[in-house]
């Protein structure tokens, strides 16, 4: 890599003296982006200067979103970054402009190469930008079977230096932005294309790259979920509570915090996180010192909008029709509760699952990535009338697997569904089937 890097070690001696050959050397730190930071475009006469240079660029593009999560209501991207070899670094505040079509059209046919697509793509389409072709190297580097997948130490398993991270997490809708942020913001998209190549080269070594792409090809052309139905459901501690009324409280209290957080433009968690609508509607204060009284009732806005919140809570006393404690889903019960409820599907489950995983771990990725989790448990819990390899491959497709899921996968799920083993005892299947959502899944218990 060209890049400036700053050589660090904290084994060298000043001295000369021969260091410990047992401690390894500190990798180098990519410091300074190499072609300097650049301006950030602000201006319509800067955005079609970008927009020409990144047209005239040659080969992929790397490209980068940075949002105000924690800060600013909703997901949108307060800067982009791209990078395309022969149109350098560009840094562009979408702020001031309506949308970023320009630049889109710039990189129509290119293939946008992003790390963790998922957590970008959203903003990036709501400013009129859309691939045409991606490559995401988090979800390589998941694929390829790598042990850490952030970018940092992505970049440092493949392409040898240190990447700093220290401003991930800021608040990007600050204005100006600093220029050490800046700086950062170039470093990210410095390294995706180099990144892109040494992961596809990992990828086509072990046979995983045409699988690879048809998940990229996934992630880039499934349209945005549907709205939540309910999404005041999705409130944290919601599970504590078990009178209607309190429900209804929350309810009411969250669509206020909702209504108020996008006209200020702020994190709805910043004016008063969910443990203190959880704390409010327990309590059902009846006078606002009762309420900023009530033990876990705190945020920026607790006291300031007091009323408002008391309000909701006040509403809620007066409601006729309550939401239920619970609501229809097609989802199955928690494995946990199997054994009893069906033993069938319990022995289904506990025999199938272990046998993907094996799978998993012949190909050499995380099981989550070779099959969903809720797709097995849901296929096992109501399995085709007729247990065939079709039948068991057009469920997984329903369901919404990937053709190259459902090759490695169907024929293990169809035996393992035909002569599932003995089921083990109640606890055994509580261990080997913990409903407990994967880690980075979306997953969660409905109320």
């Known amino acids: 890599m060209s890049a400036h890097t700053s050589e660090q070690s904290d084994n060298a001696d000043p001295t000369g003296a021969a260091v410990d050959s047992d401690i390894t050397p500190a990798l180098p730190l990519l410091a300074e982006p190499r072609d300097g930071v650049p301006f950030v475009i602000d201006t319509r006469a800067g955005l079609e200067r970008a927009a020409v240079a990144l047209a005239a660029g040659t080969g992929a593009a790397g490209v980068d979103a940075e949002r105000a999560s924690g800060f600013r209501y909703g ?9 395309r070899e022969g149109a350098g670094t560009w840094l562009i505040d979408p702020e001031p402009f309506e949308d970023l079509r320009i630049i889109g059209e710039a990189l129509d046919g290119v293939e946008w190469v992003l790390h963790a697509a998922n957590q970008d793509l959203p903003g990036l389409a709501e400013l009129g930008m859309h691939p045409s072709r991606l490559f995401d ?5 998941r694929l390829a079977g790598l042990p850490r997948v952030g970018l940092a130490a992505v970049v440092e398993s493949q392409l040898g230096f240190t990447l700093a991270k220290e401003h991930s997490a800021a608040d990007w809708s600050t204005r100006p932005l600093p220029e050490p942020w800046l700086r950062y913001a170039a470093l990210d998209v410095e390294v995706l294309v180099e990144l892109r190549d040494k992961l596809a080269e990992l990828l086509f070594r072990d046979g995983k790259l045409a699988i690879a792409e048809e998940e990229f090809e996934h992630i880039r052309s499934t349209p945005p979920a549907e709205p939540r139905v309910d999404p005041w459901r999705r409130t944290s501690g919601l599970h504590k509570l078990r009178d209607r009324r309190q429900l209804a409280a929350v309810r009411l209290m969250w669509c206020e915090r909702e209504d108020l957080a996008q006209r200020r433009d702020v994190a709805p968690g910043r004016l008063i996180p969910d443990a203190a609508i959880i704390a409010a ?15 876990g009732f705190h945020g920026r806005a607790a006291q300031r909008e007091a009323p408002r919140w008391l309000r909701s809570i006040n509403e809620a006393r007066k409601l006729t029709e309550l ?5 229809p889903t097609n989802a199955p019960p928690p494995p946990r509760m199997w054994p009893e409820r069906d033993p069938e599907a319990a022995a289904r489950l506990q025999t199938a699952r272990p046998r993907v995983a094996e799978r998993a771990r012949t190909l050499g990725m995380p099981l989550e990535n070779l099959l969903t989790p809720d797709h097995l448990r849901r296929i096992a819990w109501r399995p085709p009338a007729e247990i065939t390899l079709d039948s068991v491959s057009a469920a997984l497709a329903e369901l919404g697997a990937r053709p190259w899921q459902i090759q490695q996968v169907a024929a293990i799920i169809t035996v393992a569904f035909l002569d599932p083993e003995p089921l083990t005892d109640k606890t055994s299947a509580d261990r080997t089937h913990s409903d407990k959502p994967q880690e980075g899944s979306s997953e969660a218990p409905v109320v």
């Open 75 to 83: 997901q949108r991207a307060f800067l982009v970054q791209i990078r």
């Open 281 to 295: 509607a327990k309590a059902m204060p009846g006078t606002v010192p009762q309420l900023l009284a009530t033990r």
């Open 137 to 141: 190297t988090e979800l390589a580097a």
């Open 323 to 327: 939401p239920p404690l619970h609501v």
